[in-house]
């Protein structure tokens, strides 16, 4: 096996307004804000925390970024995508667990009452203990204690938080002990009081509601992935940190149903040569090395769980890659076990390195079949998949009921119907729960929906007997790929920020023409009646080719540049004296800033193909003479 190891870059301290590189927090934010990128929500009221409002550029990249997601995944994987409503009623939740534990753990000043989040202030506290400590011992103790503490339960923040002496920022106060605050928006569904219902925390349960309509779509057949793209809401407690920490943000999920015991994947084989950083469990509790590996060698020594999990990391490496994130600020770090979920086998995000430190972008997630069983077991309806035994029939011990359907009929009238039902497809383990409850009671509860019913031994019996079957009904499994859309935008656009060395004032935005707001710039040099009807022609042809374009005419050619590449636009078509001349315009690319000269009737099918990545600037260029101006002035 191939590995090398080297240390993480940046820790999830990082606070830093610029880094190494010279990276200016400020002038992009300065940038986003001027451009209108986002902003505030509602800020002419004074704003609400958390909430952000995406401007024409910014809901350009965004829907960009979404093409290219639905592109990579859905398409390329033959992906089934459902679009389910955010209002989701109490009972979905609850049996997700979600109005259980989907909770942050809060502290309130001791005098103000002002609300935090534990770990974060915790980790504030630990970053200027860090800084001021001189001892390299106590140092690696605050850092381990660091890397782990957004991860601690409330007994381990409680003692952390005694044990550092934390206090509440800027009062400098005492604070509350840790506790768990749900991070979910409760509202009323109708007039009804009765109706409780949420603001959906993540779009999977839509999914898994839905699923046994996308098992029949499908032709009964596993596995098969479903998607799903649209927002989610989480009432964070401290939101921070821009588009990183927020109270309403898009997502797109992956739920990709797999046999428990063939989590293989077909398309593997692909992917397992491409090298990626892995932070695994047990690096976090020791050294906290990035360790360098294939996809194949970390699947085939278990460091990754299986195969379908590690294809998608690597598919999901391969679509940052594409829309703009730099290679070696993007890694994988495994939960530990304090903060994986039971019943999950194992779990990797996908973390991108910014001003802000580590910022987990993409959750992977292998999450057993959890959702599916409680979800069947709830609603009384089977989420099951019926699979064929390759080697012919079987005898089997099995439990059959005897159902008294006319005494259900008159004890719950309208109910008996779904009683009957779940009597039906009850698997043989509850049904002999059941029955022993029945013969030690003489009654036993019964939950289908919530809704409670009492069943006594004369309505229903169940007897173990022998039968010859077919096949089995099985609960599959699910692995899950998890976007933030709004993190993974914030920290390409981060990455893809600098400015034009000796010009601090020209800021550029050095995305990728897929993800551009505008592919083109159309720049007649002047605005003489003779230059008038190039601009629209050439904008024209642009659109024809499905090319977004921005005609500017105002001010010098310079400054014009200036105010294209600060938004990323990557090619700008300049109109000039020659191509009065001989219909030619020049062809200039944002990074290099090199121009060529091309016919006006070749250069919308040759952008069309820079931007769809189908040919490169240096193929153009080799092709097209070079044109030398200095206008970039």
Not at 209 to 238: C, H, M, T, W
Not at 286 to 308: K, L, P, W, Y
Request: aromatic share 8%.
């Amino acid at each position: 096996m191939s590995t090398s190891s080297k240390p993480a870059e940046a820790s999830s301290s990082s606070s830093s307004s610029s880094s190494s590189s010279g990276f200016s927090r400020k002038g992009l934010e300065d940038l986003m804000k001027r451009r209108f990128f986002v902003g505030p929500a509602f800020s002419i009221y004074q704003g609400v925390a958390g909430l952000y409002d995406y401007g024409p550029t910014g809901c350009a990249v965004k829907a960009n970024l979404i093409n290219l997601w639905r592109q990579h995944f859905v398409l390329n994987e033959d992906m089934l995508e459902v679009d389910c409503t955010s209002l989701t009623p109490e009972v979905v939740l609850a049996t997700s667990g979600h109005v259980a534990r989907f909770a942050d753990f809060m502290v309130r000043d001791a005098v103000t009452n002002a609300p935090f989040r534990a770990d974060h202030i915790l980790e504030a506290h630990l970053d200027k203990l860090i800084e001021k400590e001189a001892k390299k011992d106590v140092v690696a103790e605050l850092e381990l204690v660091r890397r782990k503490c957004g991860d601690y339960n409330q007994e381990q923040l409680q003692e952390a938080l005694r044990k550092y002496n934390v206090k509440a920022p800027e009062t400098n106060n005492d604070i509350s002990d840790p506790f768990p605050f749900n991070l979910m928006f409760k509202t009323q569904i109708g007039p009804s009081s009765q109706a409780v219902g949420y603001l959906r925390p993540e779009t999977a349960q839509g999914i898994f509601v839905n699923f046994k309509r996308l098992l029949d779509y499908n032709g009964s057949r596993l596995p098969f992935a479903a998607a799903q793209i649209g927002n989610a809401f989480r009432n964070e407690i401290a939101p921070r940190s821009g588009l990183l920490r927020v109270r309403e943000f898009t997502m797109a999920e992956i739920e990709h149903f797999v046999k428990e015991d063939d989590k293989s994947h077909p398309k593997f084989v692909d992917v397992a040569g491409m090298t990626a950083n892995l932070l695994s469990a047990k690096s976090q509790g020791s050294t906290g090395e990035v360790v360098q590996m294939t996809f194949g060698d970390a699947v085939g020594s278990r460091t990754i769980n299986n195969e379908t999990l590690g294809y998608y990391m690597a598919r999901t490496q391969l679509f940052l890659l594409a829309a703009g994130v730099k290679p070696a600020r993007l890694r994988f770090r495994q939960h530990q076990s304090n903060e994986m979920a039971h019943y999950a086998s194992d779990c990797w995000d996908a973390e991108i390195h910014t001003s802000y430190g580590w910022v987990e972008c993409v959750g992977h997630a292998d999450r057993s079949c959890f959702d599916l069983s409680q979800h069947s077991k709830a609603s009384g309806v089977s989420l099951q998949v019926w699979e064929d035994f390759k080697d012919g029939p079987r005898m089997v011990d099995t439990v059959v009921p005897t159902i008294n359907k006319g005494l259900l009929g008159k004890n719950f009238r309208n109910h008996a119907q779904k009683i009957i039902q779940h009597f039906e497809s009850i698997a043989d383990e509850d049904a002999m729960a059941m029955q022993a409850a029945l013969e030690k009671d003489g009654s036993a509860k019964l939950t289908i929906n919530g809704e409670d019913f009492q069943i006594t031994k004369d309505m229903i019996a169940f007897v173990k007997t022998q039968k010859k079957i077919n096949g089995r009904n099985f609960t599959p499994h699910v692995i899950e790929p998890s976007f933030g859309l709004g993190r993974i935008i914030y920290s390409i656009l981060e990455h893809n920020y600098y400015v034009r060395e000796g010009d601090e004032q020209r800021g550029v935005l050095s995305l990728p023409p897929i993800l551009a707001p505008v592919k083109v710039s159309v720049l007649p040099l002047r605005t003489d009646a003779e230059y008038r009807p190039f601009a629209p022609r050439i904008s024209k042809l642009l659109k024809e080719h499905g090319l977004s374009n921005k005609v500017d005419e105002n001010a010098s050619i310079g400054r014009r540049y200036a105010r294209t590449d600060e938004i990323g636009i990557p090619f700008g078509i300049t109109v000039d004296p020659d191509t009065l001349k001989d219909d030619t315009v020049t062809l200039r690319e944002r990074d290099t800033t090199k121009q060529i000269r091309i016919p006006i009737s070749e250069v919308a099918p040759t952008l069309q193909r820079l931007c769809d990545a189908t040919i490169t600037w240096e193929t153009v260029c080799e092709k097209y003479p070079a044109f030398v101006t200095k206008l970039e002035d």
